[in-house]
């Protein structure tokens, strides 16, 4: 007999599978597992600039072999050669003053550091950011909610079919957009922290990656030494416009954001130089026409979009923590799982230097010293 309309035909394998698939946490009753993160939004809150600050990069206080940070460690992966490695057997609540410069090394090193079953989740807002604040003051979002319960530090990333306006403000356009946070700053973020509290039950809502310093690498000797020295003007405009467009509801705690940043950065600790422009913030090299600031800008958005030789994709499930250094990375949202499934973490954001340009130098035979390019005969 042929099946009704309302059967499915199901074989053993595909109850198998089902069986087999993993998923992760969720209340049974789809209610959020953490009530006290949930987004607060105040159209009438108001937050102080936090003002120019002397930093001093803990990195610099860090023993290049780790001692501190890896004591514990069961396995420590690259995620890929250029960006990424997850540490087994280390929790963050646990790290000594010494372990927390040797995080911040670590992630000036590798741009990304994961970090699973973590309890950082669960120890409470004060004690979240004072292992946080160990990397520069915290950063209060111009618009983006905090906790209901307090701690407006506390950055919330909220996506669940009761609250669409994350996923409202990418409609009609790809969520795919490279950036680092609030570059528009005079002080930019540095070793910046997101934990994730709930993910979407079977996959989806990872973080991509991308290495700013490989970024630049990659590029041939002579067309960086043209970038060093370039400045541009980055500010947070399209963010406050979109926000607007919440009518009463929507929340502008600052004025918009306006500064002008060297396109090629010294990380203050490694030295290492790092490309800094992304395509969400960054919207003009300071004295090029405009045709010849859009030409060059889209070319280096291409390049950091492109590139996945230098890319990692960071999955989560609850108790994940990403931590990762804004000054040498690009990151994006994926936004790929069913609308409606919820998506729930928080982010604290330490400031940190002040951009370091780097010095434009002449062609000295670096080409020639890059095996790679020698070898294929592009010296």
Known sequence: ????????????????LAKKLATRAKNADDTPLYLDYMPFYDPLEKVEDIGSFDHYDPGHRADPALPNLLADATKVIDLSPHVGTEIEGVQLSKLSPASLDELALMAAKRGALVFRNQDFRDIGFEAQKKIVSHFGPLHVHGWAPHPAAGSPEHMVIYDHKEDLRVRKSWKGRSPIQWHTDQSPEPQT???????????PAAAGGDTLVSSSVQAFKSLSPRFRKRLEGLTAIHTNNDGVTQELKNGETAVMRRQELIQEHPVVIVHPVTKEKALYVNPVYTKKIVGFDEEESDYLLGFLFDHIAKRQDFQCRIRYEAGTVLVWDQRITNHSQTLDYPAGERRHA??????????????????????ERDFGRVQLGLC
């Open 1 to 16: 007999m042929a099946p009704s309309a309302t059967e499915t035909m199901t074989s053993p394998g595909e109850n198998l």
């Open 189 to 199: 973020p540095g070793t910046t922290f997101i934990c994730m509290l709930e993910s």
């Open 346 to 367: 928080f982010r604290l954001t330490p400031l940190a230097n002040k951009p370091i340009p780097a010095k434009i130098e002449e062609d000295d035979g670096e080409c």
